[in-house]
């Protein structure tokens, strides 16, 4: 894997969550999903974390694979 900036990206209506994070710092970033999530003030919802983080494991996957083959 490589050191360039990651990004992760939801749009809820007008709203826009963008997270960027270093290869490595997953587990940062799945907290703030969690923090935002259990912010009642917040629209993003525990959906929203699990759609995002879905996707972060999805692209950790496919960069695992590319670096096994």
Known sequence: MDDRMRQLSL??????????????????????FSDLAADTSSSFEWFDAAVLSYQMGRRLEMELDRIAT
Do not use: L, T
Not at 12 to 31: H, L, M, N, T
């Open 11 to 32: 749009i809820k209506g007008s709203e826009r969550f963008v997270f960027r994070y270093q290869p490595g710092r997953e587990a940062d970033v799945i907290d703030a």
